[in-house]
């Protein structure tokens, strides 16, 4: 069974003593986790099954029978092959790919093996995303405030889980991982959400990030840019399987 990952319980109280808001938990480092096995490559699209946008180069695809409704997207992977090493982002799913193999962008592949070979062998670990500055919401397309969907991009960890919180409310909603990378949350009240909405990001490691008056309204395919970011735990390879359905 994979391990579990707490939140520092110490650190979060400390914080909340000094301050009347609380708004990030940091989590201990995971244990270490690796894996192994073979790579492929093929030439991306625009934008992967995750609806994060492939970059040649930077992302890949894992086995769609690990998919697992989208819960490993925008997590990364430093794979080392026969020429080298380099890091990706998992953006897309790979339908032929078996346990432990991953699908890689052609220039991610390049820049670890020959190119002619086709499939190499690799090692993986898994690693913080090296983003720099803040990460971003993004508001998914046909939303409205009966519906609405919003995408953690730019995130130094995966995400775990998102809550959202309504305008004068103080009660925290826990939205619906959808298997496309977005995550949902619906309402029933004559008027639908009241904005703005606070969000609430749960990394894989445990770590638990609040952004006050996060999203403005329910307009359709807007970007928030954010100046906070996860907590950095250098090279950090996370304890559960990437080769399994957790």
Not at 234 to 246: E, K, L, P, V
Request: aromatic fraction near 8%; charge should be negative; proline fraction near 6%.
């Amino acid at each position: 069974m994979p391990r579990r990952h707490t939140i520092d319980l110490t650190i979060a109280s400390l914080c909340c003593a000094v301050s009347l808001a609380c708004p990030t938990a940091r989590a201990g480092c995971p244990p270490p986790y690796s894996g192994s096995g073979n790579a492929t490559y093929y030439t991306v699209s625009a934008q992967g099954a995750c609806s994060l946008a492939n970059v040649d180069g930077e992302t890949t695809a894992i086995v769609y029978t690990r998919w697992n409704g989208s819960a490993h997207c925008g997590e990364c992977l430093r794979v080392t092959g026969p020429l080298g090493s380099t890091i990706v982002k998992v953006t897309d799913e790979c339908p032929d790919c078996d346990h432990s193999e991953l699908d890689l962008s052609k220039g991610a592949f390049a820049k670890i093996g020959a190119l002619p070979d086709g499939v190499i062998p690799i090692s993986w670990q898994r690693v913080d995303c090296p983003v720099s500055g803040g990460l971003k919401l993004q508001v998914k397309d046909g939303v409205n405030p009966y519906w609405f969907t919003v995408l953690a991009d730019d995130t130094r960890q995966g995400i775990a889980a998102i809550r959202a919180k309504e305008h004068s409310s103080a009660v925290w909603q826990p939205l619906t991982r959808l298997d496309y990378g977005y995550f949902n949350v619906t309402s029933s009240a004559p008027a639908g959400m009241q904005f703005p909405l606070s969000i609430e990001l749960t990394s894989i490691s445990g770590e638990v990030l609040q952004l006050s008056d996060a999203i403005h309204d329910a307009t359709a395919g807007v970007t928030y840019p954010r100046v906070e970011q996860m907590s950095a735990c250098s090279d950090r390879i996370f304890a559960h399987d990437f080769g399994s359905n957790q």
